[in-house]
């Protein structure tokens, strides 16, 4: 899987190992920046990633950053993009379920490195189950 992903610098050192932790399952990342804990403002480094996710150009993507708030709001102003807020196992396997979650938002200073991985690796493995949450996901896309 094609999965591309951005951090800003309280994000920057999940974001390597979550890097290396995806390479070694044999996706292909696309890292968006930044590279390195020089503070940075995160819509440069997050919004590439959701446009990269929309546009197809990758099948999904992970942002971080200190608490993953605004990477959430920020990947989720592009459309199409459906970013999960994640803080534990339960969200990120609810988010994949019931919203077909294509991005995941995670806070560096919220949680462990292990349970980051953890996250990851129960959202890739994840499968959306369609159905009523299919109808919900339509809803949320139309215009308003």
Partial sequence: MKIAIGSDHAGFRYKEAII???????????????????????????????LAVAAGDAER???????????AITANRVRGIRCALCWNEESA????????????????????????LRIVQIWL???????????????IDEDV
Avoid at 125 to 139: A, K
């Fill in 61 to 71: 993507g992970i942002v971080l950053g200190g608490s993953g708030n605004g990477e």
């Fill in 20 to 50: 290396a932790f995806l390479t070694g399952l044999g996706h292909e990342v696309l890292d968006k920046g930044t590279d390195s804990e020089a503070p940075v403002d995160y819509p440069h480094f997050i919004r590439p990633v959701a």
């Fill in 125 to 139: 493995d994840t499968p959306f189950e369609g159905g009523r949450h299919l109808t919900r996901i339509r809803e």
């Fill in 93 to 116: 396997r609810l988010g994949r379920q019931h919203n077909d979650a294509n991005v995941i938002s995670l806070g560096e200073r919220m949680m462990t490195q292990e349970m980051a």
